[in-house]
């Protein structure tokens, strides 16, 4: 027969020697030796944009609205954006992946991310690139990820930029209605 015990809190008997319980000792915010206080609740922000029309290149892609289709969700607080930057809602350690659905032709087209850390001037952090020698219309789609270490919301941001040889003939696809280029925002870890 098994018994239950129901306690509201467990003592030591001595200040020196903790608490064993099933040969495991709990002592001072550690679990047989090692330190378990800093461990966190694992991701605290999961959050995806997308492009909600067609871009032409050579300019920040500004088009995106946060991702809402049924099924779909976020996990904590949500990135904002503002013509085409994203900000951050705290300070950590994020992987920012970039997913995109380019139109091109005769033409070399990159996309790019772009990060500051000052809110003012950025720098490209990952590009992607392709090369098409016909008149012919070629698709690509790339993915792309970063890690980007945000320790300061006010400064720390990101965008995304589409450039063609081809000026407005090379496109960023986007739709309302379901994902064709998308970002996505996930905190892995403190800073």
């Known amino acids: 027969m098994a018994s239950e015990l129901k306690v509201d809190t467990i003592s030591e008997k001595t200040t020196a020697s903790g608490v064993t319980i099933d040969g495991v000792l709990l002592k001072d915010g550690e679990v047989d030796g090692v330190d378990v206080s800093a461990i966190t609740q694992g991701i605290t922000v999961a959050d995806q944009w997308y492009l909600t029309a067609d871009q032409a290149s050579n300019a920040v892609i500004t088009s995106w609205s946060q991702v809402g289709f049924t099924g779909t969700g976020t996990i904590g607080s949500s990135m904002s954006h503002s013509s085409g930057v994203f900000t951050f809602p705290s300070t950590g350690i994020y992987m920012v992946t970039l997913k995109t659905y380019v139109e091109t032709s005769n033409a070399t ?10 809110n003012s001037s950025y720098n490209v952090i990952d590009e992607q690139g392709w090369q098409t020698s016909s008149s012919v219309l070629s698709y690509q789609i790339s993915t792309s990820s970063i890690f980007v270490d945000v320790t300061d919301t006010a400064n720390v941001k990101v965008r995304f930029r589409l450039f063609g040889s081809d000026g407005v003939a090379d496109l960023i696809h986007g739709n309302a209605s379901y994902i064709e280029t998308s970002a996505t925002f996930m905190k892995i870890g403190d800073t």
């Open 109 to 118: 087209t990159r996309t790019v991310i772009e990060v500051t850390t000052n």
